[in-house]
């Protein structure tokens, strides 16, 4: 009924938003060590009613979701600056598609429009009215101005530390400006409102300035006859506080692989990608991949989310906290992730499948983010906002349709085989094609064959196995790795 639905889309909203906040690896392998031990739902109930967050943190995270949208359902989308249709800032010509998150412009321009109704939502209810508004003597609490340290930071003055909102307000030069009183430890609200639309600017770490303004990356060569050229852009590491950003954009027709320091920790975002390969063997913070088509992207654990939209034939094979996916097409994620994947609105033929892939530092890396392998959810996605009852907008994929992945690059590390080992049924797929494998070889080697026609017999394999890679698209895989061959360490790092 609508009540139960009303509850889980308050802990779904609740999970989403503890996953942004709490970033410290040993308390999410603590909370992953204490899901996968609970041997029942009740137990498993029990264990989350131990979980929590800020109220005033939340309300604004709820406040900033919901604002555009009628429907909070549909502000997952990922559509929270609400705006007119606008450019994106790094792409002339061309629409956001009403993704205000590509612009950090809107983000200002949300927080100016806004920043009473949110000020307000923070005060203590006798600070209000009786038309439920503030007065110009109403007093802002420090512990509502450290709640909206959640969207607002910076500096003072020529410093480069980036600090949180509250801990500015908090500097003796400021209190002149913002109405700080010691003794009632609180703000003036008009003069701290004041203060603080006086004050602000766009991001200059976002993705705008990366976008503009950020180090360009050799990662990628423009291909012979191809009519695109890929941009890749990193910002600055100015601020050590301050996650990097990546860019990669019209990747068109390459094989880019890359773990390095770049990528450790980075929010990274990409765009128009179409028929490549895209390795990035780093532990990172966040993935946004939108509007690719025909691609396959292999990561690194992601510490918070990977967000998939506007996709069509995309993989996707990565350890995370949080898989979401909107508006694709025909795409398969290999997963291995704690939390339900979210199935948003808009999606067509969805296939999930078990992570099937590894490289030798991966499991150093899960430690850094604070992944597990257990709880694993990959088979349990979420529908969310579903226009019908229609579960066929996605399918567990067929162990006779599933293969390993192998990762063709050398790296030092422990890792040698698939975190947490694959799901039985997976394993008995790959353990039956081994034998025909074996089957087939014992046959050519006890045929009796003679040199020549063993010659012909290799011939007519390879031939069939050259169609084979033309038909599906991997000699072009192939082909990209072969110039790579003799510094794969290099590639690879």
């Known amino acids: 009924g609508k009540l139960q639905l009303d509850r889980d889309l308050a802990w779904l909203y609740f999970e989403l938003f503890r996953g942004l906040l709490e970033p410290d690896p040993p308390r999410r392998l603590r909370w992953a060590e204490a899901e996968a031990s609970c041997a029942s739902a009740e137990e498993l109930e029990r264990e989350r009613s ?10 604004l995270f709820l406040y900033v ?8 359902r549909r502000s ?9 249709r606008t450019a994106s800032p790094g792409f002339p010509g061309k629409s956001a598609g009403g993704n205000k998150n590509w612009n950090d412009q809107e983000h200002r321009a949300f927080v100016q429009s806004h920043l009473l109704d949110m000020l307000e939502l923070l005060l203590e209810p006798e600070q209000l009215s009786a038309s439920s508004h503030s007065s110009s003597s109403s007093l802002v609490s420090l512990e509502a101005v450290s709640a909206l340290s959640l969207l607002l930071e910076g500096s003072v003055g020529t410093s480069r530390a980036v600090r949180p909102l509250h801990e500015l307000a908090l500097c003796p030069p ?5 109405g700080f009183s010691q003794g009632a430890r609180a703000f003036s609200l008009p003069r701290l409102e004041s203060w603080i639309r006086s004050c602000l600017t766009a991001n200059p770490l976002g993705m705008t300035a990366c976008i503009r303004a950020g180090r360009k990356l050799a990662w990628a060569q423009q291909v012979e ?3 695109r050229r890929a941009k890749i852009a990193c ?10 950003m990546v860019i990669m954009s019209q990747v068109y027709k390459q094989t880019l692989a890359k773990s390095s320091d770049t990528l450790v920790g980075a929010h990274v975002r990409i765009h128009r990608c179409n028929e490549s390969f895209i390795y990035l063997l780093s532990p990172l913070r966040s993935v946004t991949i939108e509007k690719c088509r025909s691609s396959t992207f292999v990561l690194g654990p992601v510490e918070t989310s990977v967000h998939v939209q506007s996709c069509d034939g995309v993989r996707v094979m990565v350890v995370c906290h949080r898989l979401s996916l909107a508006a694709t097409t025909g795409c398969t994620f290999y997963t291995l992730t704690p939390t339900q994947p979210l199935i948003l609105s808009g999606n067509q033929a969805v296939s999930f499948a078990p992570f099937h892939t590894h490289y030798p530092m991966l499991e150093d890396h899960m430690a850094q983010v604070g992944l597990a392998t257990l709880p694993n959810y990959w088979d349990s996605p979420m529908l969310v906002c579903r226009e019908s009852s229609d579960t066929g907008v996605f399918r567990l994929l067929p162990p006779s349709d599933f293969y390993t992945f192998v990762i063709p690059f050398e790296m030092e590390g422990d890792t040698t085989e698939t975190p947490g080992g694959l799901p039985q049924e997976y394993q008995e797929a790959l353990r039956q094609r081994e034998q025909r494998v074996q089957v087939w070889q014992r046959a050519v080697k ?3 064959l003679t040199r020549d026609q063993r010659k012909r017999l ?3 394999v390879e031939n069939k196995f050259y169609e084979w890679l033309v038909q599906t698209g991997n000699r072009q895989q192939l082909d990209s790795l072969v110039p790579l061959a003799m510094g794969s360490k290099q590639a690879a790092g």
């Open 446 to 448: 006890e045929a009796g």
């Open 458 to 460: 290799q011939a007519l």
């Open 76 to 84: 997952l989308l990922g559509d929270e600056w609400p705006s007119p």
């Open 174 to 178: 400021c209190h002149p400006h913002n």
């Open 225 to 227: 006859g191809a009519t």
């Open 50 to 59: 131990k979980l929590s967050v800020d109220t005033l943190q939340f309300l």
């Open 235 to 244: 910002s600055a590491r100015v601020v050590p506080e301050v996650s990097p």
């Open 65 to 72: 979701q919901q604002l555009h949208k009628v429907s909070l």
